[in-house]
């Protein structure tokens, strides 16, 4: 089974902080994802991962910025976090064609105070 | 832009009912439609997809109809069940050689309940 591991469930963090959310997925998978989700808003793509030290923006990278030095590892960095990123953060892994599964971690949710 | 966009956006049935969630894309490069399910405090799971070749896709109690000329995709739960109550998100994507690599657009969710 493929797993995609996000460290932290739960964080609570003050404004202005620097903040990592760490995603490991075990089935080597070229493609990796961080998505944001909000209700009423879906899921919106924040960054994208199609290789080791390769990223692309989605559709909301203002504010974040992502790390990946090993293929299994894909690091989702708020330089500095506002209340306004308060939010669940998904992070997903898939092979890298289109029409492959995309599958995600349970979710970090965060609450920037 | 929401490129994809869903309704309705919550959805009361019956058990035994049938559950019909509805999409509708811009973007005619989209080549895969995924429908995943989220239950609370969990991940997206994939739960069933098409491709535009086809018109209908059936898998247990679950069926996508795809409409190409329309532009419009849809999920439909039959004999619905408790166990379905779940956050539902259709999704599109495009090929990686037209630039799209294997990105979903996400629809906004659905919000299925479902009543004994």
């Known amino acids: 089974d493929v797993k995609v591991t996000q460290s932290s469930r739960y964080l609570v963090k003050r404004t202005g902080e620097k903040v990592f959310l760490e995603c490991v997925q075990d089935m080597d998978h070229e493609n990796m994802f961080w998505y944001r989700q909000d209700p009423g808003l879906g899921l919106r793509l924040i960054y994208f991962?199609?290789?080791?030290?390769?990223?692309e923006k989605g559709d909301i990278p203002e504010g974040y910025s992502v790390s990946r030095e090993k293929k299994e590892r894909f690091s989702l960095i708020l330089e500095s976090a506002s209340t306004n990123q308060t939010s669940m953060y998904l992070c997903?892994?898939?092979?890298?064609?289109?029409?492959?599964?995309?599958?995600f971690g349970e979710g970090s949710w965060l609450t920037v105070v | 832009q929401q490129q994809v966009k869903q309704s309705p956006q919550s959805l009361i049935v019956q058990k035994g009912g049938i559950s019909i969630i509805n999409c509708a894309y811009e973007?005619?490069?989209?080549?895969?439609f995924p429908w995943y399910q989220q239950f609370p405090g969990k991940g997206p799971a994939l739960l069933i997809a098409?491709?535009?070749?086809?018109s209908e896709k059936k898998e247990g109690r679950f069926t996508i109809s795809f409409n190409k000329s329309a532009k419009q995709f849809s999920l439909h739960i039959m004999d619905s069940q408790p166990g379905d109550s779940a956050t539902y998100f259709c999704a599109a994507s495009w090929s990686i050689l037209t630039g799209g690599g294997n990105k979903l657009t996400f629809g906004t969710g659905t919000q299925l309940k479902v009543e004994l």
């Open positions: 098409i491709r535009p070749d086809v």
């Open positions: 991962s199609y290789d080791v030290k390769m990223k």
């Open positions: 997903a892994s898939s092979l890298s064609t289109s029409g492959n599964t995309i599958y």
């Open positions: 973007n005619t490069a989209f080549d895969y």
